[in-house]
């Protein structure tokens, strides 16, 4: 059984870069707040009142990095673990750290435009919401929630194992039950971040997220080299050519899913890959591999010529040369296997049985026997030279002139 903290180590490593980072710093920031007291929230929380009246806009991105209390942050770190290694896997870890940071500056537009709408419509105004001072990572990973559903493609999900709920109803389940069990927390941040998630997924923020080009160029840079070659560290290397993870479609085109669908029509434009006639006729049936030959027919040159069988060929010629004769004529058959095979004529003739002629007599090849040849190989040249007695020592003296050679 492994230890505890090798099931920790282990655990750990699995976690993707970025993800494992947000967790660092988060952890990082609140136990320094811890170590030296500092509980002075109001100057660095998101404050719409600040941000607008004093240009603060450093609120948008501290207020997601610091956590009111212990559970906040272990709670907030323990729910992105899950959700950030998903997507980060997806993504790539720089275009999640890109989706981030765009979802944290979506989120606080949303919260201001909704915000001075509470304080200054003309039926029911109230400031509350502009003085509201909201901390935390909870807004981001409600967005993050939105888009991991979406992607995951479930018809359901369960809320904390208790009972399952129709997949698009599940973050605005989360958001009633988590502002019922705990009443000091943002409403309205959690909100916005679902708005954002669902603006993202519905592809309303297509054109500010750049193509997958730019986040490889980022990659590919000097000063990110050390964090690349880390095994944690995952490259943009999938995804669609527009740069985001498309999660939506509308059954009908509308003006805005022409917005929408921008960067597909301008990816569509680029010239695209095809496959060659040459590449689809190179397919070959894995039953039988290689390539098949044409071979010509009756010398008369038809069907085409392939380096591979000239050079087949020449083998076949030398390979004959040490057999038969240079003035003999080379056959090229095709043997019931499918295999080339070259028979010289004179040599197929001279294996064969020998015929009995009435031309061959037993004087003819005493006579040769009396020269110095075998009597089988006299046998064998008579039969091949159909009893010529001239045309067998010829024979007989090319056999015995290559076997000195």
């Known amino acids: 059984m492994a230890s505890v903290s090798t099931r920790l180590n282990q655990w ?30 109001t100057e660095i929380c998101f404050l719409p009142s ?35 290694s998903e997507l980060e896997r997806i993504m790539g870890s720089v275009r ?17 435009l909704i915000a001075l709408l509470v ?21 981001i990973l409600f967005s993050m929630i939105v888009i991991e559903t979406s992607l995951s493609g479930a018809q359901f999900r369960s809320v904390f194992g208790l009972f399952n709920v129709p997949a698009q109803w599940y973050a605005w389940i989360l958001l009633v039950v988590f502002q019922l069990l705990m009443t000091n927390v943002s409403l309205l941040g959690h909100l916005c971040g679902i708005l954002s998630g669902f603006a993202y997924t519905h592809g309303l923020f297509n054109l500010l997220i750049p193509g997958t080009s730019f986040f490889s160029g980022i990659e590919n840079s000097s000063w990110l080299s050390t964090l690349v070659r880390r095994p944690k560290f995952i490259l943009c290397t999938g995804g669609s050519t527009s740069g985001y993870i498309p999660t939506y479609s509308s059954p009908s085109p509308t003006s805005s899913g022409v917005m929408t669908n921008l960067w597909n029509q301008l990816s569509s434009l680029m010239p695209q890959r095809h496959t060659s006639p040459q590449t689809a006729q190179s397919t070959e049936d894995p039953r039988f591999p290689g390539r098949g030959r044409t071979l010509s027919s009756g010398g008369t040159g038809r069907g085409d010529t392939t380096p591979g069988l000239a050079s087949d060929s020449n083998l076949q010629t030398r390979l004959l040369d040490n057999t038969s004769p240079d003035s003999q004529s080379n056959t090229t058959i095709n043997s019931g296997g499918g295999r080339q095979v070259a028979v010289n004529s004179a ?41 010529d007695l001239d045309v067998a020592v010829e024979i007989l003296m090319t056999q015995q002139v290559r076997a000195v050679k």
């Open 347 to 387: 040599t197929e003739t001279a294996l064969l049985p020998p015929k009995e002629s009435s031309a061959v007599s037993g004087e003819d090849i005493q006579k040769l026997v009396s020269m110095g040849f075998e009597r089988t190989q006299v046998e064998v040249a008579l039969a091949a030279a159909d009893g």
């Open 96 to 112: 999640l750290l890109y989706t981030m940071v765009l979802l944290a500056t979506s989120n606080a537009v949303l919260h201001l």
């Open 50 to 84: 600040a941000i607008l009246s004093h240009f603060q806009v450093y609120r948008i991105y501290t207020s997601i990095l610091f956590h009111g209390s212990f559970l906040h942050v272990f709670f907030n770190m323990l729910a992105l673990v899950p959700l950030g």
């Open 12 to 41: 750990w490593e699995g976690i993707p870069f970025i993800t494992s980072a947000v967790v660092i710093v988060c952890a990082t920031v609140y136990l320094l707040c811890l170590l030296f007291g500092y509980d002075s929230f």
């Open 119 to 139: 304080a200054y419509n003309p039926f029911l105004p109230s400031p509350y919401l502009m003085n509201e001072c909201a901390i935390g990572f909870s807004g």
